[in-house]
């Protein structure tokens, strides 16, 4: 990249910070035990380095714990990296924390002029933006009252319409745009589809991996303190959810002081795309599972050529359940839901509507019972899959709201629920005279 083009540059940076395991709460036990106290040492970040150009956005990726928000930190220059360098070149605004920069007692406009002065401006050009930045928050009456007294989606709208005001050059956004409600979030998009379109480079933590497709002109996946993909967003978040559910059924996804160093770890079969193992029994349930239970279910699992628990739009899905018989039953329905995360039912069958028939089983038998979906009409997404077992005549055997999770990606960018097979056509009808 040539070197009028690039606006931040991380070179081979490495972040670790001190977590004491004792805590001396007197000065005479913090004089006398002062060279003793015993500390470990956490690696956020680990021999990372890339370079972001000028008017790129940019997601980052991964899960909790990873160091997506110190990278953040060590770029606003918040935090310094113990070793490699950061180079930073134009105006920096940063959304890192609720509240970051805020006073509580101060007003809504008080705390306007304070966080505008952190990020460089004078009074004057504060107070010349002042009426465009409580019109963009809405907080209408609010203003002029102490933000102790704001919810999170308050403190939100405050400091993105400062944060959008100072004009920067570039904008550090860490999740904060999750606490808003759905209309201010909307509006917020379009606010940063404008700093795109004006070659603004923006990074953005965020979870929503949708949000990185259809937003992102790239995506960096960190995990365990080091960069592990750095590249397309679309193929950058399959591989990422593909590694994280793995890593969730085997319970890898725990935080530990203890990392294991990714440079001895074998991340092949992330590159190569492998398919993810089959999840086990899963005891989370999110719902209050109801039924006379002489039917069980023992596991529900998706399956897919990309793994369990995450499917291309349009692809075949095998929805998986294994049930164990504690009495014979005859006349046993299973059912399968595919609902948003809230809870929206968006389709639903079972095996009596589809005509294969109640059955019949013996106290001890175990049966596993297959779906499968030929092209699954689901756009990119998160969605939830509930089981239901049932006898013919409606008695609930065992009824498990959402059992297991769904993640359907794309490299079409569609937007809704619906995954419509298409065609586009251009036909030349003669030129208008």
């Given at each position: ?19 004491h ?84 007692d ?5 705390n306007?002029f ?30 002029r009252e ?31 745009l ?86 001895s ?24 599972r ?10 529900v ?17 095998q ?57 699954l ?53 003669g030129?208008?005279?």
């Amino acid at each position: 990249m040539a070197q009028a083009e690039w606006a931040i540059e991380v070179d081979h940076v490495s972040k670790a910070f001190r977590v004491h395991t004792e805590k001396n709460p007197t000065l005479k036990e913090k004089v006398i035990y002062a060279r003793r106290a015993k500390h470990r040492e956490f690696v956020a970040l680990r021999d990372v380095s890339m370079t972001i150009g000028k008017g790129t956005t940019v997601g980052l990726l991964g899960v909790n714990g990873s160091g997506k928000s110190t990278l953040l930190k060590l770029i606003s220059r918040i935090l310094y990296p113990d070793t490699g360098s950061i180079h930073v070149r134009g105006k920096v605004s940063s959304l890192l924390e609720l509240g970051a920069g805020f006073h509580p007692d101060f007003t809504g406009t008080e705390n306007i002029f304070l966080n505008g002065s952190l990020m460089g401006l004078s009074k004057k050009e504060i107070q010349y933006k002042l009426d465009e930045i409580i019109d963009f928050s809405e907080l209408g009456d609010f203003i002029r009252e102490p933000i102790r007294s704001y919810s999170s989606g308050m403190y939100m709208r405050l400091a993105f319409s400062v944060a959008v005001a100072v004009d920067p050059e570039i904008l550090l956004i860490d999740e904060i745009l999750a606490v808003g409600d759905a209309a201010f979030q909307a509006k917020c998009m379009d606010r940063l589809r404008k700093l795109q379109s004006q070659n603004r480079t923006i990074v953005i933590v965020t979870h929503d991996t949708g949000a990185v497709e259809r937003f992102c002109d790239r995506a960096v996946w960190l995990h365990n303190s080091r960069m592990v993909l750095d590249g397309d967003p679309s193929d950058c978040v399959q591989r990422y959810l593909q590694e994280a559910f793995q890593n969730a059924s085997e319970g890898a996804n725990v935080m530990s002081f203890d990392r294991v160093d990714e440079s001895s770890t074998d991340l092949s079969h992330v590159a190569a795309g492998d398919a993810v193992a089959a999840t086990s029994a899963q005891e989370d349930a999110a719902g209050e599972r109801v039924g006379g239970h002489e039917v069980v279910l023992t596991t529900v699992a998706a399956h897919s050529e990309m793994g369990t628990d995450i499917v291309r739009a349009g692809m075949p899905l095998q929805v998986v359940l294994q049930a164990t018989c504690r009495v014979d039953k005859a006349n046993v329905v299973f059912g399968v839901h595919i609902e948003t995360e809230d809870g929206v039912l968006l389709y639903g069958t079972d095996t009596r509507i589809d005509l294969t028939g109640p059955r019949s089983f013996v106290a001890g038998e175990q049966w596993q019972v297959s779906l499968q979906f030929e092209q699954l009409a689901l756009a990119p997404g998160h969605y939830a899959l509930s089981a239901r077992v049932f006898t013919e005549a409606g008695e609930p055997l065992d009824i498990w709201p959402q059992c297991a999770h769904l993640t359907v990606v794309s490299e079409p960018r569609e937007v809704g629920y619906m995954h419509m097979a298409h065609t586009w056509t251009f036909e030349p009808k003669g030129v208008k005279v």
